[in-house]
């Protein structure tokens, strides 16, 4: 059985640097020689060599190609190490772990909990624990597992210079929340790392969405708050305080409510998950239908044909393609994915986002492929899964936000 910390500790030399990246890159997930060389940058005889080191020590396997693509698949040889991810949301935690010998589409995908941001630091911590627990004992079938890595996606900026949170702190979070440091001491792990949840939809759309190694990859999260992940030649764009993709601070109307980011007339007081429930009630007021209390309610009232839940929907869809033109002309993306609890009205939102989205973009920058995720409510447990690996390329070992 592989103990695959052995092979994750600091890397000297070419040679040792090149094959570590190629661990990481079978452990994120199993792939062909000529995948394995797209995704490292390492040419396709450096990753043969490599493979067949690794295959001839026991390390990986190559297997037939169950999904009828050309060459064998690389894969891990039976491990006890286990990646996990954790989403924490406004209202909810969600937590994914796998087996890093098997596929991202064995993972278990664990417990969710109603309690999130919104709830406290000191609720959501034993909650993130148990759900930890527990997803780990199964896809290790009760035995004696090892985590090697923890991601976890949050809906906050988070500095790629410290792993802590960008100021403004915005709310619920506080300036002095050590997240990283909690959860370390609460797992009794060595290593927790951090990143917006945008962010990490991209990067797990980019990675298990799509087997194409798109440029330019563009994931917009629509829940309580809105935001976007940029993924550009497979790296993720964080800006230099972690504040790209910021679109829902972008201002839609100078004239427009309070954000609570303290602006005013952002995009997320527009098509946030708030915002729009309040726009149902308040169409409603006075009549004798009761009152959506959540976002899911006005689009399951949509789907029943409500006709106000249904405009309220569709208009949100056009306000987010306006807003999303914007970044097709200065990304000119290959494909922009909507994620976030809006998710759920795909099919209500899209059509309406298209049609804006060609109208205010230029010609030609508005070519990109627009669909739902691919993942679901776990993209962004997913990218923070992903995360967590991808943390021991940095510079030889894993790093954890800073305590």
Known sequence: MVQLRDHLG???????????????????????????????????????????EMIDEGTLLAERNENGGRGSLVRLCRTSSVAVGVH???NHTRVVARRLDQGFDD???????????????????????RMVDEAVRHVSGGR?????????????????????FTAPVLPPWHANDDLARRL?????????????????????????????????VVYVKVSTGVGAGLIIGNNMV??????????????????GAVCRCGGRGCLETVIGADSLLRQVRDALTGSSVDLPDSLRSVIDRAHANDVVCVRVLEDAGRQLGQALAQVCNMLNPNLIVLGGRLEAAS???????????????????????????SLGQLTEAHGALVLGLRSYDRDGEAQAAPA
């Open 107 to 129: 993972l278990h995908p664990g417990a969710s909990s109603e309690s999130g941001a919104n709830s406290g630091l000191e609720r959501v911590l034993p909650d993130i624990r």
């Open 10 to 52: 600091p890397a000297v030399g070419v040679k040792q640097i090149n094959r570590k990246r190629v661990l990481l890159a079978v452990m994120i997930k199993a792939d062909t020689q000529a995948g394995l060389s797209r995704r490292t940058s390492l040419s396709g005889a450096t990753i043969s060599g490599i493979v067949r």
């Open 347 to 373: 099919d209500l939102v899209l059509g309406p986002c298209r049609e804006s989205l060609v109208r205010y973009s230029l010609r030609g920058a508005a070519d990109a492929v627009l669909r739902k995720s």
């Open 238 to 255: 964080r800006g230099h305080r972690g504040m790209a993709g910021e679109i829902g601070h972008s201002v839609v109307d100078p004239r």
């Open 184 to 216: 370390r001491e609460s797992l009794g792990l060595t290593t927790v790392v951090l990143d917006n949840d945008a962010n990490l939809g991209a990067l797990a759309e980019q990675t298990f969405g799509t087997d194409e190694g798109l440029e330019t």
């Open 144 to 164: 004696e597992s090892d985590i090697v890595s923890l991601g976890v996606a949050v809906p906050r900026m988070i500095d790629p210079r410290t792993g802590g």
């Open 88 to 90: 924490i949301g406004f």
